[in-house]
């Protein structure tokens, strides 16, 4: 049945939207929310599943694997069609367990990885890292990674895939301690890899967990819990493992930092845990891990002020915007992370942007099955509004005094692609396009400020970016474009702004280009340029990798 407590408006309480304060501080206190930062393949969709294993999925649509299907079926557009939806449906995956509420925010990876993956991570309060351990860090896992530093999320690690091969988990820790700077707690211990993966030693609690596969690895795997130096560790764990074993618990003993909580929480310890997903070992550990050191819904910065997860009045932000690619629904969904108050269906609100007020209702198709429309909602949740051309990305919803959460950065783009209307006559049309699609999030625009060019410069983190925004040009705007790619890859905004610029005078290997504000920032064709513009000329001041709005 229906999991979510109802609750009796009472009149008492008009002002602070009828909501009683304990029941925030309650509501509030049992929600976790993360979101998983991977690199293709590692297996994402694999410990999804796992994880829902443990609690039952209050708001899903659909099986994991039918989302991933989908998303591997080739991009013509009627495939896209059916990728829209499934991508709306896995926003945001809610399920219970140990009494708490646990939000999945969905970052979409894959053909569909794109400026939304990073926004995802303005929504999340908590992230998991998951490794491929027979791979290590890779390039999507370090670009998300720096989202998650910037917003200084508590980062959980998880080494998937420990039954296959894979490198010593002293070197997969070794990665991220040197390459991300990022301290690490490792709070299990893999016991064997491969075939001789047999379990973990879980060191705050100074036990074994000994695994043993089920079949198709769709329940629970059932563990054998011993404490260590139990006599029967001898007889279960081979003599070298558990010499290894032995030997590197001394060692992280002596070169480990203790289990800092402020330090998990702040975002400068990392808890690491070793694992195989698709075996389900130790995915129960883990989860039970993120439950006690995962952080609430946190507290954000406004323009008034701090606002607490448990401050009375609903307010939330726009962290995504997802248009319905079908011409018969030409319906637009809103993603908003409620920061505070309680949020329900059909309550009216107002808009920071304009001072507008809104009424809430809900998107007619967000889920497939009726049982899992929200309801109500309370910080840390995501709901989607279905109020078509009301909202931007990063706008600010409020009850009670007017206030603004800053908003959401532009992410660096790594794709640069001229757009060009072969057709006079479409000059308008085209115009409302670029500045409506702007406004929606589904692509950057800059301006060349030295070529004289005038065409819009489309700039995205990935390719499907340009590939939704040509198609809706065409479908809903009547304009056929062209684009023509520019060799570009890194963006930095200059930080001193034209000031800065005019000081460092001609320069060289890079265009400069202003983003929709007005604001310079140089295109380079790679990092290597970056660091040589910097070493030749630090007056230049700080390039930044993305920028607020003004
Ligand atoms: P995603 O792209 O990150 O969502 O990865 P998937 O969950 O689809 O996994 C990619 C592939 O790795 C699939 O074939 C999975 O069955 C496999 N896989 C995932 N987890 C494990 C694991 O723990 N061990 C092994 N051996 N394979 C895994």
Request: overall charge negative; aromatic content about 10%; proline content about 6%.
């Amino acid at each position: 049945g229906e999991k979510t407590s109802s609750v009796s408006t009472s009149n008492s309480e008009d002002d602070l939207d009828g909501v009683s304060p304990e029941l925030l501080t309650r509501e509030v206190s049992r929600r976790r929310n993360f979101a998983i930062i991977s690199h293709p393949d590692a297996g994402k969709t694999t410990l999804t599943e796992k994880l829902l294993l443990y609690g039952g999925a209050i708001h899903e649509a659909g099986a994991v694997k039918a989302r991933k299907n989908a998303r591997h079926a080739t991009s013509d557009w009627m495939e896209l069609e059916k990728q829209r939806g499934i991508s709306i449906t896995s926003t945001a995956l809610v399920f219970e367990t140990h009494g708490r509420q646990i939000t999945l925010l969905d970052t979409p990876g894959h053909q569909d990885f794109g400026e939304d993956t990073y926004r995802t991570l303005a929504a999340a309060d908590n992230a998991v890292m998951l490794i491929d351990a027979g791979k290590g860090l890779e390039p999507q896992t370090r670009k998300l990674f720096e989202v998650v530093r910037m917003r200084k999320l508590p980062c959980f690690t998880f080494i998937n895939k420990m039954d296959r091969p894979a490198l010593e988990p002293l070197e997969l820790v070794d990665q991220i301690e040197k390459e991300f700077g990022l301290a690490t707690y490792p709070v299990n211990w893999p016991i064997g890899s491969g075939d001789r993966f047999m379990g973990v030693y879980h060191r705050p609690r100074n036990e074994v967990h000994v695994f043993t596969k089920e079949k198709h690895g769709t329940k629970a795997a059932s563990t054998q819990i011993i404490p260590w130096g139990d006599d029967c560790l001898k007889s279960l764990i081979p003599s070298d493992l558990f010499a290894q074993l032995q030997e590197e618990i001394e060692m992280l003993d002596e070169l480990s930092p203790p289990l800092d909580m402020e330090k998990i929480h702040s975002g400068d310890l990392s808890a690491v845990f070793f694992g195989s997903a698709m075996n389900n070992f130790g995915v129960e550990l883990f989860l039970e891990s993120f439950l006690e050191y995962g952080i609430t819904p946190k507290t954000h910065e406004s323009d008034l002020g701090e606002v607490d997860p448990d401050y009375p009045h609903f307010t939330g932000f726009v962290f995504k915007l997802q248009a319905n690619m079908d011409p018969k629904h030409r319906d637009k969904v809103a993603f908003v992370r409620v920061c505070s108050g309680r949020f329900t269906r059909g309550m009216k609100v107002q808009l920071a942007r304009n001072g507008k007020t809104i009424a809430l209702t809900r998107p007619q198709k967000m889920f497939a099955q009726d049982r899992s429309t929200m309801e109500t909602g309370y910080a840390g949740d995501v709901i989607g509004l279905n109020n078509p051309n009301a909202f931007c990305i990063g706008d600010t919803l409020f009850c009670g005094p007017r206030r603004s959460y800053p908003g959401i950065p532009s992410f660096s783009p790594e794709l640069f692609s001229y757009m060009r209307n072969p057709n006079p006559s479409k000059y308008k049309q085209f115009l409302k396009g670029i500045t409506e699609l702007l406004g929606e999030g589904a692509v950057q625009v800059l301006y060349s400020a030295d070529s004289g060019r005038t065409d819009p410069i489309l700039a995205a983190v990935g390719q499907l970016q340009f590939e939704v925004v040509q198609y809706r040009m065409q479908a809903e705007y009547g304009v056929e474009t062209i684009l023509e790619p520019i060799g570009y890859s890194v963006a930095r905004w200059v930080t001193g702004g034209w000031a800065a610029l005019e000081t460092v005078g001609k320069l060289y290997n890079c265009a400069t280009v202003k983003d929709q504000w007005g604001r310079p920032v140089l295109l380079f064709r790679n990092e290597w340029n970056v660091s040589q513009l910097l070493s030749d000329k630090p007056e230049i001041g700080e390039l930044a990798p993305y920028a607020l709005p003004p």
